[in-house]
Each structure stands twice: as structure tokens, then as C-alpha cells.
């Protein structure tokens, strides 16, 4: 495996003090294997980053993973940059996943911006512990997904996590229609023109998504 699964780039960019102390705090103490400060730093990401789409600024500097981190918000994509900076950060290679799926208990309002309930470029991690490529997904935080009745999805670091198929009710909540592949570092081109194209209404102008709380949707 090459050094470039683990290497700083401009969008993973571990070195900045403000990754440094995130990944700090997470992991306190010395000792931990891969596999525990990958799991550590999930659950750091899941809980410790505000889910939300609304707002969101589209330019580059924006997805960087310390700039996300200043803000502490942000949504799948910018979430999924964040840990897979921060693994990398101790030394555990990793790729930015995109698909698109189908989300079945998306707001009114949300599936009118974005044009159904079909989302293009969902963002997730794929990291490799133990010999061999694990997927993981630190997005919805624990608060959020109370909320919208979503049992939280865990992460044991040695089986894939992904959005659970049903929610606590029993209805159908995600399921993966397409996946566009894995990559080296943010495709910041690629994802944010993609997301531009698919789901025009959901940007009130040409860097810059709707205004909005998901939370407040979700009560």
C-alpha cells in the first residue's frame, strides 16, 4: 500500500494544529492500536460535528478538514473529509467514498430543494485496519438521529458501517442506489458540481446552500 493513503494533501490536511487537537482530545493516551483510534476518532467525528446540509458554503477553502472543523458542522461530505484526515493523522490509510442513494425520511422541504428523494454524491469513509478496507460512515450524531427516530449507526472498526436500511420504526430509511467510486483525496470539482447539477434548487447561489435547520424540520 502507498504512502499516499496516508499522506497530508490540501483538503486532509492533518498537520494544522486545529486537526492536531481534535485528534488529541479524542485519543488522550498512548497504547491504543489502529483499529481502537479509528474507532475513537468515528465516534469523535459522528458526535463532536454537527449534521447539517443547510448553509453550507461550497468553495474550496471550505472543505478543508480544519476549516470544517472550526465551524463543527457540516454534512456527509464534509464529515467524511474530516475522518478520513484524522485517521490519517495516526497513521491509517484512507479513501473518500461517494454514492447516491435513496433516503426515504428526508423532510418535506429537503426533498423539494432537492428534487425527490434521490441524493447524488452521499460521502462516507472506507478505511483500512487489520489488513483489509472497512467502511465507515460518522455522519448523523447521536442528538440528530434521536430526533428523527434513526437508531445512531456504531462502528466496531472490523465490519462495515453504513446507514441502517430501517429506522427504529421499522420503515425503510436509506439504501444505496450507485456507488462513484473511492479516492485519494477530496474530488473537489467532481463532488460539488455533481451535487450542483443533480439538486439545482438546493443552492440559493453559486457557492452557497440553502438556508435552513434540520433540526427544526425534524421537530
Same mark, same amino acid.
Given at each position: 500500500m502507498g504512502d499516499e493513503l496516508t499522506r497530508e494533501t490540501e483538503f486532509l490536511d492533518y498537520?494544522?494544529?486545529?486537526?492536531?487537537?481534535?485528534?488529541?482530545?479524542?485519543?488522550?493516551?498512548?497504547g491504543l492500536s489502529d483499529l481502537e483510534k479509528a474507532v475513537r476518532l468515528y465516534y469523535a467525528v459522528r458526535d463532536g460535528i454537527n449534521y447539517e446540509v443547510y448553509?453550507?458554503?461550497?468553495?474550496?477553502?471550505?472543505?478543508?478538514?480544519?476549516?470544517?472543523?472550526?465551524? %463543527? /458542522?457540516?454534512?456527509?461530505v464534509h464529515k467524511s473529509i474530516v475522518y478520513a484526515a484524522a485517521v490519517r493523522a495516526v497513521g491509517v490509510p484512507s479513501r473518500i467514498v461517494y454514492g447516491d442513494v435513496r433516503n426515504h425520511l428526508s423532510s418535506e422541504r429537503l426533498r423539494e430543494l432537492v428534487g425527490g428523494d434521490v441524493f447524488c454524491f452521499h460521502?462516507?469513509?472506507?478505511?483500512?485496519?487489520?489488513?483489509?478496507?472497512?467502511?465507515?460512515?460518522?455522519v448523523f450524531n447521536k442528538l440528530l438521529c434521536k430526533m428523527y427516530k434513526i437508531a445512531p449507526l456504531e462502528f466496531d472498526g472490523r465490519s462495515d458501517s453504513l446507514?441502517?436500511?430501517?429506522?427504529?420504526?421499522? %420503515? /425503510?430509511?436509506?439504501?444505496?442506489?450507485?456507488?462513484?467510486?473511492?479516492?485519494?483525496?477530496?474530488?473537489?470539482?467532481?463532488?460539488?458540481?455533481?451535487?450542483?447539477?443533480?439538486?439545482?434548487?438546493l443552492f440559493r447561489s453559486d457557492d452557497e446552500l440553502a438556508g435552513g435547520s434540520l433540526t427544526g424540520e425534524a421537530s
Open positions: 498537520n494544522s494544529d486545529t486537526v492536531q487537537e481534535f485528534v488529541a482530545k479524542a485519543i488522550p493516551e498512548e448553509g453550507s458554503r461550497m468553495t474550496r477553502e471550505e472543505f478543508t478538514a480544519s476549516a470544517i472543523l472550526k465551524k %463543527r /458542522r457540516g454534512f456527509c460521502s462516507l469513509t472506507s478505511v483500512h485496519l487489520d489488513g483489509k478496507w472497512v467502511k465507515a460512515t460518522p446507514y441502517h436500511p430501517y429506522d427504529e420504526n421499522g %420503515r /425503510r430509511h436509506m439504501e444505496f442506489l450507485r456507488m462513484r467510486g473511492e479516492f485519494d483525496d477530496f474530488p473537489y470539482e467532481t463532488v460539488v458540481d455533481g451535487i450542483r447539477a443533480a439538486h439545482p434548487k
